[in-house]
């Protein structure tokens, strides 16, 4: 097989992306030296609207349109994503050829004034993304108010150091990646926040018909990444996630063994399901959907279908 002369990365334009796009082409750069690696920076549609939730406005969808677009007209070879930013129902003609090596999957406090959620008085304001963070802060926490929080990172500091938010919740993996680790006052505990599938990886989308590309990019695959991505997108999968479930859904391998804990809630937090399940490595996917129907089987589609019924996508 040739060596590929040169690439071309499409990727988001905010400064958390480019970082992400920038890892992959050094890597590239790294393994093919003679190789010219190219950015080419886009403006999706989620980066445009920031006054609505995602759940509102479409979904993790809005990030990745334009992106495969210049996949499809050949204007780019390959495209970088949060694999946690990613549908789970991707369909032909892409597919993702890679996961890379995952950062820290956790949640982040982050804060002016409190070290801990637990620190917040009765009333303050939390702001977050995710209904998956709201839906488990709010059952822990129901004195405090959960409000949304949209926009690239410094975005969302900067509302927080404005004195808009008493205290934000972070993916820690893009704060490190940003050297903005001394933002984090606390790791929130898998056990207390339950991560999103794929949190912290990195994954490559390609067209389905690039074999050279498929090739290409096979070093930078992960294996315990990949499985563990397997599993918990499995779950997200079965249960239909998107931004307009709080799911969660969170896989560790330990000497051979995957274990992988699972929940569904409401976004108020009344209600949460959970479930969890070990097996070997090599059965990943099959734990996941496991899991998921544990979920199903404790009344995951109640919720569902509530979720559904009161969901009304905007314009």
């Excluded at 998107?242 to 699972?262: H, K, M, N």
């Excluded at 059965?283 to 589609?301: N, P, S, T």
Aim: glycine letters at 6%.
């Amino acid at each position: 097989m040739s060596l590929p002369q040169r690439l071309v990365i499409a990727t988001r334009a905010s400064r958390l992306a480019l970082w992400q796009a920038e890892h992959v082409r050094d890597r590239l750069r790294t393994l093919y030296p003679a190789c010219a690696v190219e950015l080419l920076t886009l403006t999706t549609r989620g980066d445009q609207i920031l006054d609505r939730t995602l759940s509102k406005v479409g979904g993790k969808g809005l990030f990745v349109k334009e992106l495969e677009t210049a996949l499809l007209d050949g204007r780019a070879d390959l495209a970088v994503h949060c694999l946690k930013d990613m549908p789970v129902d991707l369909q032909a003609p892409f597919e993702l050829c890679a996961v890379l090596d995952r950062a820290d999957p956790r949640d982040a406090f982050v804060s002016n004034r409190y070290d801990t959620l637990a620190d917040l008085p009765a009333g303050a304001v939390v702001g977050t993304s995710s209904l998956r963070r709201e839906s488990q802060i709010r059952a822990r926490f129901p004195q405090l108010v959960v409000k949304p929080l949209r926009g690239n990172l410094d975005t969302r500091l900067g509302k927080l150091d404005r004195g808009e938010y008493d205290a934000i919740v972070l993916a820690a993996a893009g704060l490190n990646r940003l050297g903005l680790a001394d933002r984090i006052r606390c790791l929130l505990d898998p056990a207390d926040c339950l991560p999103a599938a794929g949190q912290g990886a990195l994954t490559i989308e390609i067209r389905d018909d690039r074999d050279d590309m498929r090739a290409w990019l096979a070093p930078l695959n992960d294996a315990t990444a990949t499985s563990i991505s397997l599993a918990e997108r499995a779950v997200s999968r079965r249960l239909g996630g998107s931004c307009q479930v709080p799911l969660a859904a969170y896989a560790e391998i330990d000497d051979g063994t995957l274990t992988l804990r699972a929940l569904v809630a409401s976004p108020d937090g009344t209600r949460t399901l959970r479930a969890e399940r070990s097996g070997p490595v090599d059965q990943a996917q099959a734990i996941g959907e496991a899991v998921a129907a544990e979920l199903f089987d404790a009344g995951a589609q109640a919720i569902l279908d509530e979720l559904l019924q009161d969901a009304s996508p905007e314009d």
